[in-house]
Each structure stands twice: as structure tokens, then as C-alpha cells.
């Protein structure tokens, strides 16, 4: 039986140092491309749309100046999220994994129960850098993590993790740093290997102090 985790849960993104504004140009091998994994090309056009996405919804939010202001990364950490997001997919598909849809909706109620309402998770995931259109992935992922754990144990976990990542052999945009396999990130950075997702809120509803660096 999985234990599931209601507090409201991100993708743990380690922040790349501070990087020029998004432009179209790939790396010499992958023009284009923001970044590949395996054989899936993450495109500079497609990582816009996702940012684009959670500016949209930051600024039609309350509290939009702030949210804008609190995430000038929001470029690196989205890319770094997608490209975790594929080798969480791809360990989960080799081990066996699956998410199924109930699973996916009863996880969103809970969070959402816990967490006061569908409004008040939405507006968590953003203060994160996840527009709302993209929390049943973060969820998805978030599950597959949690079964990986479950199976292999934190540890063991994170080892596989490690070793997909380099088995698709990450190819990131120097624009936006060197991937890491060992670290699951792009340099440069202080972090190990984090949960794809962990809890993004304590107990007051405010962001945690990262991890000394």
C-alpha cells in the first residue's frame, strides 16, 4: 500500500545559476532544441509555451507582481522539471510503474482537501512555477516517485533514477548549464539526486528555505 502524500508536492527543482532570457537557438548538435532526452527533443518553442503558460496565469492572479518577481528562473527550472519529468516516466515504464487515471484523480482530491480547495492548490503550484494545466502531471509524477520508493526504497530509488538519466543520455542547451546525471539537475548546483516532487509547503503555507548551499 502506498502511503500517499497530500501536502501540496512539486517538482524539486535545483535553480540553475542566473541565465540570458530564452532565445531559439539550439546547441550545435540539436538546433532548436533546449534540450534532448533519449531520443525526445525538448524545443525552445515548446519550453516557451510552458513558461508562457504560468506567466499567463501569474498575471491574472492577485498576487501576480509578487509571483513574477519570485521567479526570474522560471526558464531554467521548467526545463529542468521537464527533463525530469521524462526520466521519472522512463524508470517508472522500466520498473513496472503505472499511474492510472483513478489514482491520479484521487490524488488531486486529497491534495486538494488538505490544502484548502482546488482554488488554493492552484494558486500554490504557481507560486512554484506550475501553471494549473500542469498539476496533474506534477501529480502524475509525484505518484510515480512515491511507487518507485515504495518498491525500491529511497535509496535504491534514487540510484535508478541515476542511472536512466544517464541511459538517455541527457543533452542540455549550454544555455542553460551541463546536465548532471548523478545529481539529476543542470549545473551548476550543490544538490543531490531530490525527489522529482516533495513537499513544497509547511504547515504555514509558505515556501521552505531551500537547502544550504
Known sequence: MIRRRTALSVSAVALLAAAPALTACGSAAHPGAAAVVGKDRITVTQLQSQ???VRDAQRS???GQQLMANSARLGQDTLIRLIQYRIVERAGKDNGIEVTRRELQEQRTAVERANGGATAVRGRFLTLGI?????????????????????????????ILMRTSEAMRVDVNPRYGVW?????????LQEPWLHVTQ???????????????
Open 199 to 213: 513537499t513544497a509547503l509547511d504547515s504555514r503555507g509558505s515556501a521552505p528555505a531551500p537547502e544550504a548551499r
Open 61 to 63: 492572479s492577485p498576487q
Open 180 to 188: 548532471d546525471a548523478k545529481r539529476g539537475t543542470a549545473q551548476p
Open 51 to 53: 513558461v508562457s503558460d
Open 131 to 159: 501553471a494549473p494545466d500542469q498539476i496533474d502531471q506534477a501529480l502524475t509524477m509525484d505518484l510515480t516517485r512515491a511507487k518507485l520508493d515504495a518498491k525500491f526504497g529511497t535509496a535504491r530509488t534514487n540510484e
